[in-house]
């Protein structure tokens, strides 16, 4: 009673001091430590924004101060051409950034760069593993052997409590055991599980008296479910069989379980990764437009600053001459005369300021388009000269091709032949799932596992089991299905869905491409039009400054009407500019519309090099694949071919075959051709003129620019020795073999593209680090960007070079001869590869006369290649 007691007051002290403790949760206790140091290591928050530590320490790159308004230093000017800048794009392109996302808020390789295309797209996509993401190699891995072993051993001792066989009460039983398991599997594309099992228990009991074994240690099989040597088969019946089945849904397995859906097999993979290379032509189709759109935006700019100059040198000299009558005195020298052309001066100043800031800008975005440093000690200028020459292509031809060539119906495509074929595996799972099973074992035993014989029935295990006689099979059919198959069903149902919604948005996409390709043709003569209508103005404004200047000398007009001429001008001439450089923009957003640009640029996907190893192992393959039996007749590929390449059926036929389809694709019944015109139009004589004046730097904005340009004239005919010499020029080249293409390459993985004619055939073993490479390759003989024009084209078929410096792209000359008239008409006539002028009759608007008046924009010079 005292113990109990004693224990039960401590019990209660203990208790007490705890409450006590409690209550006195308030109060702190000063600390104090040895020595004196600061404090450090306080923290009075808890969240913080911190920063990653960098396993690879950056560089920062070093670069000059970008260009600058106030900066007079005297850069080098780098003379670009449009295909040096898509060649540089192409080979510094990692990741495929747009114009408009530029100083955007919402800029998607700032925000979310792993959104952002870039060339480890189709890499990416082509080592895929997770649902829905996965690789052709990721579903191939469901048919890999699966191996899996295991070796255990243990030790049980205890005290035999009551008299057993072989041990009397307090014995100690001792039992050692092993166990070995071991299982190999395969899943074959027809939807089969083959295994073949291996397994062995071992037990050794200390029993010294014999007991009820007969072997004190033996090796034998562990059941009747787990054989020593077993061999098992299932092949599902119903539901998950078949070849087609697995390669879109892949094994049934990885299917029932409700997660993965219908999507999981090669064939899905493959399209997936058809789509991610889809979607990297489409990036790399915008940066190009992007690029050649900046490129014509910078030449605008440079176009534009010349103009600006030399209004603003203009208003200059105007400026000067009224002030120096304000200090003599003399006529038309008054304060406010003087006031108004210093005002008139500043202005056309500051415009030309602003426009040479326009020229940074613009060539800052080209920069960045492109891959450049901001600023690498030069200054970009264009030299390439815009089209001058009428486009007028075929409407239903352009149609035809956009609903061809266009990479978003490609895409949309590839993704309703997904969802058609997911509609088949899933008509698969409406059934109930019955398999057939089987298995086949042999059982061994033994007192050793390994040994010769020595007489007796059962002493070496492995020689039983070899000898086969302890065998055993089972053979039968599994049936399960869950009543109403609703989640079958459901997923059935959720997938033709998905297939109408695919089918129907094809249909609005053909519409939308249609009326985009209707907006780009409008633009076409829009811009067409817009710069003929300019080139007058600019023609009548130069006439108007002309005059006004004259009378101005001569005291008969006021300053402020010269004044508004000059600015007028200025005006004009840029708007012709802007309206020409407009027109080549609206090409090429004609060629993004078509889904022709990348093929126009000559831009195609090409595959990169492989291991040699690769090489080697397809050759073999490709011997084998010679001289073995034509099988085609006896085969049936499950599912159906999705993809057609052009090049490897050609590649594939041989013989009679391949002359056979050679002939349907390129039949010996060619259209004549077009007559030619039944007067010849008359050739363009050359004239020495100058541009805005390329060598001038854009900071030198102190003297005026370069001289005047004449403008369009209308030449002689051309001599019959001139069309015999321009004939056997076209025989010469013709005739002369072509060079060798100069190719820039974009390294990309596993392009293939069923309508790239340009792509190789892949090998027979892929390795899964191979590569491809987006390929740009210009002949020297067709080094265009124009796309062919249709025969039925008004201006025939052509290709489209670098051009040289058209006529009317520069400064009409002051003096107005007679062939500077104004001009109208329709499309130019394109013939041997240059333009030409075509001359029209139209009613004089007051004696009723023919007045001959040269076709709008001038041509190219006769010795110029287009």
Known sequence: MRRTSLGDAVRGLLALAVLLAGCRGGETTTLKYLGERDLQHYRDVVLQQDFPVESEPRQIPETKPPHRLRDRSRDEVWDMTLEEAIRICLENATFLRTRNAFLSPANTLLLRPDNAPSVYDPAIQSTGFLFNQR???????????????SMTWGRDERVSESRNVGFFPGDARIEETGRFRSQIQKTFAHSGIFSIQHNWDYSGLNNQFGGNRLFPSHFTSPGPNTPTLGFTYRQPLLAGAGTEFTRIAGPRGNVLNGVSGVAQGVMIARINEDISLTDFRIAVRNLVKDVEDAYWDLYLAYRTYDSEVMARNSALRTWREVRAKLETGSEGGGSADEAQARDNYYELRARAEDALHNIYFTELQLRRLIGLPVNDGKIIRPVDEPVAAAFEPDWRVALVEALTYRDELTRQKWAIKSFELQQKAAKNLVRPQLDFVSSYYINGFGDVLLGPSNGQRFHSAYQTL???????????????????????????????????????????????????????????????????????????????????????????????LYLRSQISLAQAEIAYYNAITNYNKALNEFRFRKGTLLRDNNIHLEEGLWDPEA?????????????????????????????????????????????????????????????????????????????????????????????????PQAGAEPSDAADAAEAAEAAEAAESPAEEPRRTKLVVDRPRDPKDPFVPPLPAAMPSGAKHALTRSRSARSDGFLPPVPASSPVGGRSRGRLAEPDGLRRPSASGSENSADVTGGPDAVRASRTVVRTQHVQGPSDGGAVEEPRFLPPVPVGSRR
């Open 135 to 149: 690789s052709v190699e990721a579903a191939l891995s469901d048919f890999d052997a699966q191996v899996s072993a």
């Open 615 to 711: 090489y080697i192992f397809a050759l073999r393959r490709a011997w084998a694949r010679t001289y073995a039996f034509d099988a085609e007749s006896q085969m049936d590929t499950k599912p159906e071919e999705i993809a057609v390449c052009p090049v490897c059926r050609q590649l594939f036929l041989s013989g009679e075959a391949l002359q056979e389809h050679l002939d349907e694709q390129h039949p010996e019944s060619i259209g004549e051709p077009h007559a030619p015109p039944a007067e010849t139009p008359p050739e363009p004589s050359e004239q020495d003129v100058s541009g805005m004046g390329r060598d001038a730097n854009p900071a030198e904005t102190s003297e005026p620019s370069g001289g005047n340009a004449a403008g």
């Open 466 to 560: 070899l000898n086969g006689s302890y065998t055993g099979w089972t053979l039968g059919f599994q049936f399960a299905m869950p009543l109403g198959l609703r989640a079958a069903n459901t997923q059935l149902r959720n997938i033709e869905l998905r297939l109408a919604k695919a089918r129907a948005a094809l249909t609005e996409q053909e519409r939308e491409i249609a009326l985009e390709l209707a907006f780009a043709y409008q633009n076409l003569s829009r811009y067409y039009q817009l710069a003929q209508t300019n080139f007058n103005r600019r023609r009548a404004a130069e006439r108007r400054m002309q005059a006004f200047e004259a009378e101005y000398k001569a005291g008969r007009t006021t300053l402020d």
